[in-house]
Nanobody
């Protein structure tokens, strides 16, 4: 059974940094595409960043230059390094496996503006709160 577990969220002041982790079990994360999504209060879930099996990364415009997605294959863990955080980054952050990778419905190469798919596998999320 595939399981994702996020951690690393918290409350920080604007301009600070956080690193989110997503431990993956029951699945080798380097085989497919994985990504980070977020849902801000009162808003739709949106894609933030993705990392394919070749190590290619894609970012949403809203966070480009501030966030970095990476993985540690030995630890089977996906990361999201977030720097220069802004109040508008406040959201619950989720890691996900792209259940449609390689097909027309995949979000892997355009996560920004994508909500995710029913075939994706999701973690429970970790909350990030950024105050000014």
């Amino acid at each position: 059974q595939v399981r994702l577990e996020e951690s690393g969220g918290g409350s920080v002041l604007a301009g600070r940094s956080l690193r989110l982790s997503c431990v993956v079990s029951g699945y080798t994360l380097s085989y497919w595409c994985m990504g980070w999504f977020r849902r801000a209060p009162g808003k739709e879930r949106e894609g933030v960043a993705s990392l394919d099996n070749n190590g290619f990364t894609t970012y949403a415009e809203s966070i480009k230059g501030r966030f970095t997605i990476s993985r540690d294959n030995a630890k089977n863990t996906l990361y999201l390094e977030m720097s220069n955080l802004k109040p508008e980054d406040t959201a619950t952050y989720y890691c996900a496996i792209d259940g449609m990778y390689g097909s027309a419905g995949s979000w892997c190469y355009a996560p920004g503006g994508h909500y995710g798919n029913d075939r994706d596998t999701w973690g429970p999320g970790t909350m990030v709160t950024v105050s000014s």
